[in-house]
């Protein structure tokens, strides 16, 4: 048995999201059923968290023990044979046998889309949560300030499993100006169940001016769901990278650029 | 009665083309449903031309007669509420009797998108064509500079209604780098059927290697479809631009810079 782990994108508005639930369409279990077919035996695959229903994925890790001849290569291609379109593995490597994809991780970074088109855009539908505009950029970048750093997020958390602590280091919350619309990059040691898109869905409505920029710091204090803004939409959501302490498919760990994307 | 013209973009793997066909959900069945329940009157959409089963629109431009108090401001909108969340009216004005998106194009500019990705991108799959590259930029342009101009394009074009001449002006063909991938784009004063897609798929064929530089003044010369490349597939393929000699939504029919897209 050695310990592999994949770097893999998905179009989430195909899947029930990450987790595998019986009867439903999801990630976890396009690739468990892959690999079954592959080596004619269960294995469990580890991702590095979940991602909902209709959440998108550039760079997902997920890690499991497999018993195979196969070359690394070989098998990162075999693995995508058997696995649905909407999934696809770019990076495998085997790795040490301590590696666990969810409990190995340093952290994650989000991008959110927006588009402020005047009409709904025909294409990408899926991809981006198209509002009607217009959204002060200015007043969202000052409230950004505000909310990045260390601090408990529990107004910014649907309820989800229960956790010791709900404090969070954002290490970084840009909102930077696309073509007709906006992009949301987010970077954290850890986020809470829907805390990205409630933080999006906060900085939205500061945008539109229904909450002002010095609401958001009372928001924080006051540690209760029902002073935050609503859930965005899942459609915007996309996971970029996971963050680990060791090198990963040639990537170090080191903190990078803010903002860099993926 | 007034004149009216419209500027649309479509996502086309929802329709089975462009022109009305009983049993098929197309654009212009789309189009003209949508005004008859707004009217209660049949109109007929007059395009500035068909696109065939799965290419998309980023401004195709069409044409009806409506009997109308509205103005084009609340007309637009009435008929974005009557259409499908793939088709997207962005622009409409009343104009002069003679104006038929048909008859009045003076040419078109399409753009078409190849992903050389390693693998298979999970995202927008119905609005690239993903190849196993490498191609050879550097020739497909060579052989590009051959295939621009005044030509009889007979060995471009699938059999499609019969026309008097197949002689047209290809005023720009450009192969373009672009990340993991190439982007063509091409204008003329007209196409022939699928057109397009043939001369992306024999350009192809030469940024592969399957066909010398040499070969495409040849299968020029030759007059015969079977000389040429194969039929790229039409997910690639974008409608960005229809020429007026008039000026159409405030834009004059005047020649641009060729590869400025749409």
Redesign the interface.
């Given at each position: 048995m050695r310990n592999v782990r994949i770097r893999l994108?998905?179009?989430g508005s195909h899947f029930f999201g990450w987790q595998r639930q019986d009867g439903f369409s999801t990630v976890q279990a396009a690739l468990e059923e892959g690999l079954q077919a592959l080596v004619g035996g269960a294995i469990t695959v580890h991702g590095s968290g979940r991602t909902d229903t209709g959440v998108?994925a550039l760079a997902q890790v997920a890690s499991f023990h497999i018993e195979s001849e196969l070359s690394d290569e070989r098998l990162l291609h075999a693995i995508?044979a058997h696995t649905p379109?909407?999934?696809?593995?770019?990076r495998l490597e085997t790795c040490p046998d301590s590696f666990h994809a969810l409990r190995s991780a340093r952290g994650k970074r989000y991008i959110y889309r927006v588009s402020t088109a005047?009409?709904?855009?025909?294409?990408?539908?899926d991809?981006v949560h198209w509002v009607r505009g217009p959204l002060d950029l200015e007043r969202m970048q000052q409230a950004s300030a505000i909310l990045a750093g260390k601090h408990d997020f529990t107004s910014f958390a649907n309820t989800g499993s229960p956790r010791r602590s709900n404090v969070r280091n954002l290490s970084s919350l840009h909102v930077l100006p696309r073509r007709e619309g906006l992009l949301f990059a987010l970077q954290s040691n850890g986020f809470l169940y829907n805390m990205v898109r409630i933080l999006v869905g906060t900085l939205m409505d500061v945008g539109r001016g229904r909450l002002e920029v010095s609401d958001v710091g009372r928001i924080l204090a006051g540690r209760d769901r029902d002073l935050a803004g609503p859930t965005a939409p899942a459609a915007g959501l996309c996971l970029v990278r996971v963050i680990y302490a060791e090198t990963c498919f040639g990537r170090s760990g080191r903190p990078e650029r803010p903002g860099s994307g993926a």
């Open positions: 994108s998905y179009d998108h995508n379109a909407e999934v696809v593995v770019d005047r009409f709904r855009p025909p294409f990408g539908r991809h």
